[in-house]
């Protein structure tokens, strides 16, 4: 967040009236989505809020997804419009989660910053002529800046909901946007809000952050722009991706001759991340099968300390892969260097084939970073404490009996909060904190009576 | 049928590329814009987002369609997406056609671009012949009973159960052991912590048991499940257990009987009498049960137990109605081949489930003793009866990985350093899959020494005999391929997980399995617990191998989309059910023989006299009776023969 717009947000005006709903999910990604949806379904009124201005999480940027190979935008986006238009969910985009205080059991009261757009909502069509007529063009975050977006702009193109908004602290405040917009939505002078709700029970579903690679001197990250991040990658391989083919960034190339650099951040107390993140082998595995249709020639070698495909049909997977040409070889990988025509040389120990220190030339180098934990949240909670274990995921309650429950009772965790995890994992975890919520508070309730 | 004028909206998808990059998509939307009925007819990248969304809606309005077409994936994944759009902008939601032309022509044709484009342009055209003679259908409502039934008394079957109760549905839970609790019951310590298996049962029975809305059976099995989703009816078998009450002298009574088989409970590592006694503390039930598979009925208990003991139980049939069932029968421990890494033929090698039952039992004891001989060197072979390849011949092989096991034996490997002072451990493995968090046992275990010994998947190790010892001989990929002969006390093979022998179940449910036998959910990302049987989820080992842990996630996943079904109190069915011309029936009742699901009767209509009926919430919509009707008096909603016969037509017009 920009300078400008926390100055604007710290003039907030709290609204008088507190709304009530059944329960407060944190987060828009598929948890929080999936969350909603079953506690929607059993009847329970739900407020989601979501801190970006449109919801879908990390998922919806996903290329294709593993062990499916399903389009990841083709199963998230109708799960984003049904969140959208289900009438017992209540949708806040570009909000955040402020404070919340527990007044006792099933009694939560919560302040939420609604952030200005700029843009009044229930004028915007969604049309994007703000978008073009923007002359401001500044990385755009949904691409890990492999491309730009305007200072106007909508998220992408299946945003959720489609609604523009403006990165104030990039206008210049040439007034383009407000002179081609149609409807007239532009609003310059729009005002941050605090909305206070109170809800019966809380799911939180913040997710993870990407392990910052550039901490991890030796792989120059940031430094050689043919040595890209696996999120990176999955962009460059979507449907929505922004060179519409596969290049490496340096000069356009098309890669022939590409390495995966797994547990890059992971499994390594050198950079203060002794986990696994449980996911980086398979996402790995399935770009390097994606890669193999995008570039039919391009030879592609994975780099690994174990395969770690451990879920259903992971291992099929797997060996699918092996099957089609990968290459893979046990090994992890000490140094990246440049040469100087952009390729990318990788030092490594040949593990399995007598254990000799190897050098390999690559075109393009993926770093397959790891998830780490997402604890913010954990700030918001005034007057009761949620626990955090020692590596910054929320601590569960119990694991072995109820492993989406919390130190505090009534407030629950949904997917990445307490740990890594693939989708698969994260959908079923969402689902069984829609059910412990519903019990939470259906005993409450009758308790109250 | 409606005489107002169809007019119809189409829209072709690109499905980001799946569709576009190999279908013509401005081709096929140029092919049909001229088709009878068609207003408007467009293109988009992604029709199921929500701008997609937006632009059909807003054509409804603008240009007052009455059908609608989208030509996209297929309509298993967004049939409903699409009624839902065409529903919110007003119109009835089966005036839509979804045309499948990602598998049907994207997707199969990928090779033949033109042949792709050509065959796409067929399906639109047949989904626009079908909407020309569609007519709005109203869903069929049917009230859902609020229970749900739980099969499987294991860790995942108690925990939706607990979930649901706690809810305030209603759960009947039927185990077919005479003890609930499943395999954690079975286990001593588990990871993360330690905690002891048994005890989290516990725990959980406990607070089942305070609950009034809770049935367990025990030693009971389902018989039948008749009728469909929010109403099933399920008749069930109890066996008897022939204990009545409880005896003060159970160690007598199982002294006293002659009989001794291998005790199921330390899978096989203990043998018991044919009374099985309650194999863990706070057990449910607490009463005993007699194994009559085993019992020779030589009475001799009767003269310690007299009073307890009544031989003249009866099985009992349950009947119950339930709004949705929850499978939850769990896995069987891959059992080795005789033979396979020396297993049977040595009797130093065991599985993990064996040594853990053994461990269990030898609790406070220094040394580890096995066959009467203390174990200082031990090796794990890991990967038995999971990922292995096939062998060209028809024997049954689990290609997939069982998860669990990396991580139970890396947390059995810090139990037997902190417990056996000078124990050697040798790991032959594969791949170390200590997933997540779970890495923190991998690294512990091997700061306190275990030695990690890698082998090709197709060099397997060799298990022998050499004097006292046995002998583990492999090629280790670590240390180039050296080849070495490790001698030890023990080898314990971590064993996989397979599903259970439930073929019994199966032929009453009828639940589609997946690779490997376990339940196949509806969608392996997305739909994890849900099954293509409407009302029947999937929890826990039974859709797949998991850790305990997970199987609680994933019981109370079902638990959470078993209330979605009967917390509303009432299921919309899809209204494509068969029904009856009155004035053309002629009673022929070859309609009543044929249905497979007894959905026809005989009913009088007012003007018609008695003729056949169809029970619309039982009927599928197999289409079983229109075929067979000699006077063509039954068709299906939604599904007509004029609609077929215009859709078969237009299909063959040129294109």
Known sequence: MGEILERILADAVEEKEEKKYDVLIIGGGIAGEESALDLAEMGFKVLLVEKEPSIGGHMFLLSKVFPTLDCASCISTPRMAAVAHHPNITLMTYSEVKEIEKRGEGDFRVRILKKPRF??????????????????????????GLRGRKAAYIPFDTAVPKIAVIDIDHCVFCGQCEMVCPVGAINFLQKPKIIKVKVGAIIVATGYKLFPIGRKKEYMYGKLANVITSMQMDRVLAPTRPYNSVLRPLDGKEPMNIAFVLCSGSRDRTVGNPLCSQVCCMYSIKQAQLLMGALPLADITIYYMDIRAFGKGFEEFYQQAKDMGVIFIKGRIAKIEPTENGDIVVHYEDIENGGKLRKAVHDLVVLSVGLLPNPEIAKVFKNVKLELDEYGWIKQKDENISPVETSIPGVFTAGCIIGPKDIPDTVVEAAAAAAHVAAYLNEVRRGGE | MGNEERRIGVYVCWCGGNISDVVNVEKVVEAIKNEAGVVVARHFMFMCSEAGQKMIIDDIK???????????CSPKLHELTFRNVVARAGLNPYMYYHANIREQSSWAHSNDPEEATRKAIRHVRMAIAYLRHAEPLEKIRV??????????????????????SRMGINVYVVEKQPFIGGHLAKIGSIYPYGRKGWEVVSTLVKELRKRDNVVIYTNAEVESVKGFIGNFEVSIRVKPRYFKRMCKRLDEVTKVCPIRVPDEYSYGVKKRSAIILPPYPGAYPELPAIDMNSCTKCMKCLEVCKDSIDFSQEEQIIKLKVGSIITATGFKPYRPKEGEFGYKVYGEVITLPELLSILKQSDSKDRLVINGKEVKDLAFIYCVGSRQKPKGNNDKINTYCSRYCCNATMFTAIKLFERYRGIRQYHVYRDIRTYGKNELMYEKACKMGAVFVKYDENDPPKVYRNNNKLIVKVKDLLTEREELEIPVDLVVLVTGMEPNDNEKLNEILKLPTGRGGFYQEVHPKLRPVETTLAGFLIAGTAQGPKDSRESLLSASAAAAKAAGTVLKGFIELEPFVAFVDPEKCELSKTCIAECPYGAISVKNYEGFGKKAWVNPALCKGCGSCVAVCPVGAIQIRGLTNKQIEDMIKTSAKEV
Not at chain 1, 119 to 143: F, H, M, R
Request: hydrophobic residues 40%.
């Open chain 2, 143 to 164: 009230s859902a009973t609020p229970s749900v039934l739980i099969i499987g008394g294991g860790i995942s079957g108690l925990k939706a159960a607990l979930d649901l």
């Open chain 1, 119 to 144: 843009v009044e909502e229930s004028l915007c069509t969604g049309c994007a002529q703000c978008e073009s007529a923007c002359p401001v063009i500044v990385p755009k975050e949904y691409d890990f």
């Open chain 2, 62 to 72: 603008k240009y007052k369609l009455n059908a609608v077409v989208v030509a996209s």
